[in-house]
Nanobody, 127 residues
Framework: QVQLVESGGGSVQAGGSLRLSCRIS????????MGWFRQATGKRREAVAV????????YYADSILGRSTISRDSAENTLFLQINTLKPEDTATYYC????????????????????WGQGTQVTVSS
């Protein structure tokens, strides 16, 4: 059973930073893609950052491009998302997800291609 546990969310003022963490219960190299998604109230869940298990492919949504970094610590089986210069529109529940198998590459951002999800961590940014 693969489990993902996120942490690091919270309430911050605009301009601040957060580092989200996602610990996976198996070897982090097993999923060939891992990603961060977010879902704001009344909106669809969308991919905001994706990383392949060889660290070659990375994706950032335009909304966080240039002020965010996705990374992982293989020794700790943990995926991170650092977001700087937070904006009120970053307010959402952030989910970590893992894809262990499939026929498409990590450029396929559809949430349906991810098999395992964390419970989510809330990020609230006030102006």
């Amino acid at each position: 059973q693969v489990q993902l546990v996120e942490s690091g969310g919270g309430s911050v003022q605009a301009g601040g930073s957060l580092r989200l963490s996602c610990r996976i219960s198996v070897d982090i190299n097993r999923p060939y893609c891992m990603g961060w998604f977010r879902q704001a109230t009344g909106k669809r869940r969308e991919a905001v950052a994706v990383l392949s298990n060889d660290d070659i492919f990375t994706y950032y949504a335009d909304s966080i491009l240039g002020r965010s970094t996705i990374s992982r610590d293989s020794a700790e089986n943990t995926l991170f998302l650092q977001i700087n210069t937070l904006k009120p529109e970053d307010t959402a529940t952030y989910y970590c997800a893992a894809r262990l198998y499939g026929t498409t590459n990590c450029g396929d951002l559809r949430k349906e291609t991810y098999h395992y999800w964390g419970q989510g961590t809330q990020v609230t940014v006030s102006s």
